[in-house]
């Protein structure tokens, strides 16, 4: 028995088109949609408490629009984060669509339980060294990294779509491949083989040569029309990654090996909430062309803790650019740092950091440590993180004031005002922490 399982996103904001070519064409038994960050969930959050109805992936109906039909034609199952911070919203949204689209008896699954919030007040958080609670009424939203259980349940129990918040991006994957083979939860070499594939699959494009493409370097064929991957999963969790025929980009050794260290501390110990997975001796066979076999995946007992991401808000941070041309371009933009510096100054106390840059000069690389070449423009930008959105707003209004109260020849000037969520993380015992599902049928 193979199973077929497809990415069909690699973050909230991806590409929708490959997602329809997988849906049409990859005879998938599983389309899988990663969506989530950790501040997207916080921004979640921060949506919900503003309208309870709200909270969830704000491309989950044109997602869902566009997979809907193809899916169900083809028996391909869905599973997705784009829950967010609101799964159950989620879910209706999804059988809102597939009224609209005529799709009668999809059976559509909220997994929730991630939400951790009334249970994170003692919970130490390393990144602002303190307790939730002592974060008071800034503390927005706190999620647990949940593993495969919930979604299992929910596959187990017939769901065609299954939405749920912030699970592990590698359990979006290792559900499916527990459910249709039969793994048990303490089958920890299976584990850490699903959450390999899980963790190969979870950036979509990344491993079909996005975010790969370096020309003259690592060349990447016709990148505009880049396919998503594919995973042929056999019962003992090896598998070949590939991806579907007539698409861009590339499945090769190279672009596995770099998704397989992508965001991985340790290679031998990936503590997942299901498995701590081990590549260490992992093996990418190339096969064929767009074709790379996968073996070598092993696993441990998970450590029975959680990670919490917890969202707090963190002040406003007011940010304006404005572009300036020509010779001593650079010397102008450094001249409106310093001005719009000194005009912010007697602001001092409500401002917690700013920074000037000159992007396409020194935003990136830092400040400029022997000659280089003046470019022949530069754009100046000012930031600031405030304590109060009025001072926030006084930054761009102070990179606009250089318009006719600065140096010469400046324009294109733009400015924006938003407020900042913190992330801030620690441990939950997982014995805390339980799912739970929620069955709607269209």
């Known amino acids: 028995m193979i199973v077929r399982i497809g990415a069909g996103a690699g973050f909230s904001g991806d590409r929708i088109e490959p997602a329809v070519d997988l849906a049409e064409r990859g005879a998938l038994d599983f389309l899988v949609f990663e969506c989530l960050a950790e501040r997207t969930i916080a921004l979640a959050q921060q949506a919900k408490l503003a309208d309870p109805r709200a909270g969830y992936d704000t491309m989950l109906e044109r997602r869902m629009r566009a997979v809907l039909a193809p899916c169900r034609r083809n028996g391909t199952r869905i599973v997705t984060n784009m829950g967010a911070a609101n799964p159950v919203a989620g879910a209706e949204a999804v059988r809102r669509v597939a009224r609209e689209l005529g799709l009668t008896g999809l059976k559509v699954a909220a997994v929730t339980g991630d939400d951790v919030l009334d249970r994170v007040g003692g919970l130490h958080l390393d990144e602002v060294a303190c307790t939730g609670a ?7 939203s706190a999620n647990a990294y949940t593993g495969a259980a919930g979604i299992v349940a929910a596959l187990d129990a017939g769901a065609d779509v299954v939405i749920c918040g912030r699970a592990s991006d590698p359990a979006l994957f290792l559900a499916p491949l527990v459910h249709s083979f039969g793994w ?6 299976r584990l850490g083989r699903g959450t390999l594939i899980g963790h190969l699959l979870e950036c979509a494009a990344q491993v079909t040569g996005g975010y790969f493409a370096d020309p003259g370097f690592k060349d990447v064929p016709d990148l505009a029309r880049i396919g998503f991957p594919l995973a042929e999963v056999d019962a003992e969790g090896n598998a070949v990654i590939t991806k579907l025929p007539g698409t861009g980009g590339m499945v090769t050794r190279a672009t596995c090996t770099e998704q397989l260290l992508y965001e991985i501390h340790d290679p031998a110990a990936y503590l997942q909430p299901d498995v701590v997975a081990d590549f260490t001796r992992v093996s990418f066979e190339q096969v064929g062309p767009d074709r790379v076999a996968v073996t070598g995946g092993a696993g441990h007992p998970a450590t029975g803790s959680l990670k919490v991401a917890a969202g707090y808000r963190d002040g406003w941070i007011g940010e304006g650019q404005i572009s300036y041309a020509g010779p001593g371009c650079v010397a102008r933009g450094r001249l409106a740092i310093d001005i719009v510096g000194a005009r912010l100054a007697p602001h001092d106390a409500e401002i917690d950091e700013h920074r000037g840059e000159l992007i396409g000069y020194d935003s990136v ?9 003046e470019p022949p423009e530069i754009r100046m930008r000012y930031a600031a993180r405030c304590r109060t959105r009025d001072t926030a707003a006084r930054v761009a209004e102070e990179v606009e004031g250089l318009y006719l109260c600065g140096p010469s020849g400046g324009g294109g000037v733009t400015g924006r005002i938003r407020e900042v969520i913190g992330i801030a993380s620690g441990l939950l015992p997982a014995a805390l922490v339980s799912q739970s599902f929620h069955m709607v049928e269209a």
């Open 184 to 189: 048990a939860m303490d089958d920890w070499t």
């Open 365 to 373: 690389s830092g400040p400029i440590t022997r000659d280089r070449p």
């Open 134 to 140: 002592a974060l008071g009424d800034r503390l927005v």
